[in-house]
């Protein structure tokens, strides 16, 4: 296409020959390699409305970008119309109400550094640049999700535009099955979320940053804390939220880490971890944080970007020793080309499971934890692929479901994975309120498509 086909875009439009667009195309999984025939910046609803409308009227697929995080890159493709909202970052609050609400575009580090200006915390996610939105509509796992609920537990309302370019309101009291679904559902199902309102939980002074490692490990180390780690999560208080993780790493060789959040000072955090600290060669601190400090401490973890190859799984029961004992030989041997291998376990608990598997979209509510298997590289992608395919049909046989804010384009029923008992009625919400597909994309939900 030339410049005079993209008549009708408004808003800040990437094409190919533009200087930026090789940068700008990129996402933060960098074995996602796309590229999209534009790049369409939107500033507010109506350059929204009119990319919808420009795809429709040209024949052209839309995918929507909010934080660029998708790790199958699917919030990209080729040959596609990109709508990235990143420029779309108002935040408003309504402390009367106790209410915030967010734009589109608005990122974690945004959302965490506006809120703790004024004195509240968010039950948001831990890496910094992810969008809230795509956060959120796949369920929002993060750190003060066993205190303050899923990031899709905390919405009262969102703003969506619709196959027709068309604004629409989802809450209980306007379109409340599109508001069912769009918790939990995952992003881009069902239209462009423009705004999202959540409600604000109290202020907090500090919380209790944990962070737990065991440096010189080995396979049975490793084995011997899965085992811990699930006796111990098992009557843990609600207020802590940890993710721990054995791994590969070929700085640091085999190892043990756990992190998270207290809502509570030090003193009655070590209580609770001690369980944890119990295998020997422990090295732990426990630090009294404001909320914000906390939450930078955790996101300064990440780095911009990387290559890598992951699946999840939802963990419904506990692991026997002999199961525990595979799972730490997953990642004995890292594939050719791979820096960093591992297997993280991400809690669940506590006030996520209050709500039943139909309340919301995000069905696994009795999970356990969300178990994570990657493989950072930067050599061939074939064989970190290989490595995580051969692992996935054991993990698969002692798991339940998937994470769809963790995808794996290897699943073979990817709907009943992500969604469970929830699919029929996700379907039935896609039928109406996008009957024409116009928001599609590999994994995506679709009315008369297998699952």
């Not at 890496?127 to 899923?150: D, F, K, M, T």
């Amino acid at each position: 296409m030339n410049l005079c086909d993209f008549d009708g875009l408004t808003g800040r439009v990437i094409t190919p020959e533009d200087p930026s667009y090789q940068a700008l195309r990129q996402v933060y999984n960098r074995a996602v390699n796309k590229f999209p025939l534009a790049i369409v910046y939107c500033l507010n609803e109506g350059d929204v409305s009119n990319a919808v409308l420009w795809s429709i009227s040209h024949h052209v697929s839309l995918r929507i970008r909010s934080g660029g995080h998708n790790y199958e890159g699917y919030s990209t493709g080729n040959d596609i119309l990109e709508i990235d909202l990143s420029e779309m970052n108002q935040i408003t609050i309504d402390e009367t109400a106790h209410l915030l609400t967010v734009e589109g575009g608005v990122n974690n580090r945004q959302v965490y550094e506006f809120v703790s200006s004024l004195g509240y915390p968010f039950p948001g996610g831990t890496c910094p640049s992810v969008g809230v939105s795509g956060y959120a509509l796949g369920g929002g796992w993060g750190l003060s999700c066993r205190y303050l609920g899923l990031g899709c537990d905390n919405l009262t309302k969102l703003r969506m535009i619709n196959y027709e370019g068309t604004a629409l309101t989802a809450s209980p009291q306007e379109n409340p099955d599109l508001f069912w679904a769009l918790r939990g559902g995952g992003g881009g199902n069902f239209g462009v979320i423009v705004s999202m309102t959540f409600r604000l939980p109290g202020k907090i002074d500090k919380i209790t940053l944990i962070d737990i490692r065991y440096p010189d490990s080995d396979q049975e180390k490793q084995a011997s804390f899965i085992r811990t780690w699930q006796d111990w999560l098992a009557a843990a208080d609600p207020r802590i939220t940890l993710v721990s993780r054995i791994f590969n790493s070929i700085e640091d060789g085999l190892g043990i880490l756990a992190r998270g959040f207290f809502y509570g000072p030090p003193e009655a955090a070590l209580g609770i971890i001690t369980p944890l600290l119990r295998l020997g060669g422990v090295k732990y601190t426990l630090k009294y944080l404001p909320f914000l400090e906390a939450v930078n401490r955790i996101g300064s973890f990440y780095p911009p970007f990387e290559a890598f190859q992951s699946t999840s799984r939802f963990v419904l029961r506990d692991f026997t020793d002999c199961e525990s004992c595979r799972l730490a030989d997953m990642i004995a041997d890292r594939p050719q080309g791979s820096s960093y291998a591992a297997l993280s376990f991400y809690a669940l608990g506590g006030k996520v499971a209050e709500e039943g598997p139909s309340a919301t979209a995000f069905t696994y509510r009795n999970a356990k934890y969300i178990i994570w298997l990657n493989t950072v590289y930067d050599g061939c992608k074939c064989n970190n692929a290989a490595w995580i395919s051969e692992r996935f049909c054991y993990l698969k046989s002692i798991t339940e479901g998937a994470y769809v804010n963790f995808p794996y384009d290897g699943l073979p029923r990817y709907l009943e994975e992500y969604y469970g008992c929830n699919v029929r009625r996700l379907k039935m919400v896609k039928e109406q309120y996008d009957p024409l597909h116009v928001f599609s994309f590999p994994q995506g939900i679709g009315c008369n498509i297998c699952c």
